[in-house]
C-alpha cells in the first residue's frame, strides 16, 4: 500500500487572534460605555484632512525608519537601494507590532536581508546598532517629557508615575545592554556559550551550527572594526531617530485637531503621548495591545472631555497600529509573491 502523504500542520497565529481578541474586546467595552451612543456621532464631525495628515505623518516616519537603515548598512559596506531599505523598514515593524515584546522585527528583518545577499552577522550588528539609535532618540525624549510633566503627573496621576519610571529604567538599561555586544571579548563569550550549548545538544550538530556561529561572530564583530570611521554615520542615525520617534509621536495631535480641539498645546501632548509610549513598552503583548487602549484612556482622560475618548481611542489606534499591519501584511504576501516568482525563473534552465 502507498504510504500517504504526510499533510503540513497549520501553524495557529497566536499573535494575530491576540489582536483580534483585542479588537473585540474594545468593541464590546464601547458597547457597555455610556459613551457609546455618541460614538457613531462623534466620527460623523471628524475633520478628514487632519486624518490623512497623520496617515502623511506616518509615512514620513517610515521614510526616516528606510533612510538611517540604509545610511548604517552603507557604513558596513552594504549598499541597498531606498527602496528596499524603506520595505525592510515597514516588514521589520509588522513583525515587531504582531509578536510578544516587538521581538520578531529584527530577526525578521534579517531574514529578508539574507535575500539581498546582506551575512546575517553583519545585519544583526547593524540592525542592533539601528535599534539603540531609535532607543536613544526615545529615551531622551520620554525622560525631558517625564520631567516636564512630573508636577501636573504627581497632583493629578501619581498612580500613572510607577510605570513611567519602570519603562524608562528598562529602556535606559536597553541602551547600555545592547551595545555591550559590540565589545568583542563579549561577544566572543556568548558565541562560545553557543557552541557548547550546540554541542551538548548533539542533534544540533547535524545542522553544522558550530560554523554557522563562527560566521556570524566575525560579521558581527567586523562591525567594530575600524569603528571610529563608523562613529559619525551612528551619531547621525541618533540624530535622525529624534525627529522620526516626533513624528511618530505626533499622530495623535492630528487626532486632536481632527475632534475640533484646535487649542490643545502641541508640546504637551507630544509628552504625553511620549510617556504613555514608554510606560507599556515593556508589556508583553503583541504591539502592547490592551496596554496602549488602557493606557491612552489614563493618560488622555483629562484632554477629550466632550464624550469621546472612546471614539478617540478607536481611531488612534487604528491610525497608528491596525493601519500599519493590514499595510504589512499586504506587503509581506506581496514580496512573497515577488520571490517565489524570481525564484521560479532563475531555476528556469
Known amino acids: 500500500m502507498e504510504d500517504k502523504p504526510q499533510q503540513k500542520k497549520r501553524k495557529i497565529p497566536w499573535a494575530l487572534l491576540y489582536i483580534l481578541a483585542t479588537v473585540v474586546a474594545v468593541v464590546l467595552f464601547g458597547v457597555f460605555n455610556r459613551e457609546f451612543g455618541n460614538v457613531f456621532r462623534t466620527f ?14 506616518t509615512v514620513a516616519y517610515f521614510f526616516f525608519e528606510g533612510g538611517i537603515t540604509r545610511l548604517l548598512m552603507s557604513s558596513q559596506g552594504v549598499h541597498l537601494s531606498f527602496g528596499t531599505c524603506l520595505k525592510i523598514a515597514l516588514l521589520g515593524v509588522y ?8 521581538t520578531g522585527g529584527q530577526p525578521m528583518q534579517a531574514a529578508y536581508l539574507r535575500r539581498e545577499k546582506v551575512p546575517v552577522g553583519t545585519s544583526t550588528a547593524v540592525l542592533f546598532m539601528k535599534f539603540v539609535c531609535f532607543q536613544c532618540a526615545f529615551f531622551a525624549t520620554a525622560l525631558v517629557s517625564f520631567v516636564g510633566m512630573y508636577p501636573r503627573l504627581y497632583a493629578e496621576h501619581p498612580a500613572l508615575i510607577p510605570f513611567i519610571v519602570v519603562g524608562l529604567v528598562i529602556n535606559g538599561g536597553s541602551i547600555v545592554f545592547f551595545p555591550c555586544l559590540f565589545i568583542k571579548p563579549v561577544l566572543r563569550t556568548l558565541c562560545r556559550m553557543a557552541k557548547w550549548l550546540v554541542r551538548k545538544l548533539r542533534f544540533l550538530e547535524r545542522f553544522h551550527l558550530t560554523d554557522a556561529v563562527d560566521r556570524f561572530e566575525a560579521d558581527f564583530g567586523s562591525y567594530t572594526d575600524n569603528f571610529h570611521q563608523k562613529k559619525g554615520n551612528l551619531v547621525l542615525g541618533i540624530l535622525l531617530s529624534v525627529p522620526q520617534f516626533i513624528l511618530q509621536m505626533s499622530v495623535i495631535y492630528f487626532v486632536f485637531l481632527a475632534f475640533g480641539y484646535h487649542t490643545v498645546n502641541y508640546l504637551e501632548v507630544l509628552a504625553v503621548q511620549s510617556l504613555l509610549q514608554v510606560s507599556v513598552s515593556f508589556m508583553p503583548m503583541p504591539g502592547a495591545s490592551g496596554a496602549q487602549e488602557i493606557g491612552f484612556s489614563a493618560f488622555f482622560q483629562d484632554y477629550f472631555v466632550r464624550d469621546d475618548l472612546y471614539a478617540a481611542v478607536m481611531v488612534w489606534r487604528f491610525f497608528t497600529y491596525y493601519l500599519v499591519v493590514m499595510a504589512g501584511a499586504l506587503l509581506v504576501v506581496g514580496d512573497q509573491l515577488h520571490y517565489s516568482r524570481k525564484k521560479k525563473r532563475e531555476e528556469q534552465p
Open 44 to 57: 460623523s464631525h471628524l475633520v478628514p484632512g487632519f486624518l490623512f495628515v497623520s496617515v502623511l505623518v
Open 95 to 102: 513583525y515587531s507590532y504582531i509578536t510578544p515584546s516587538a
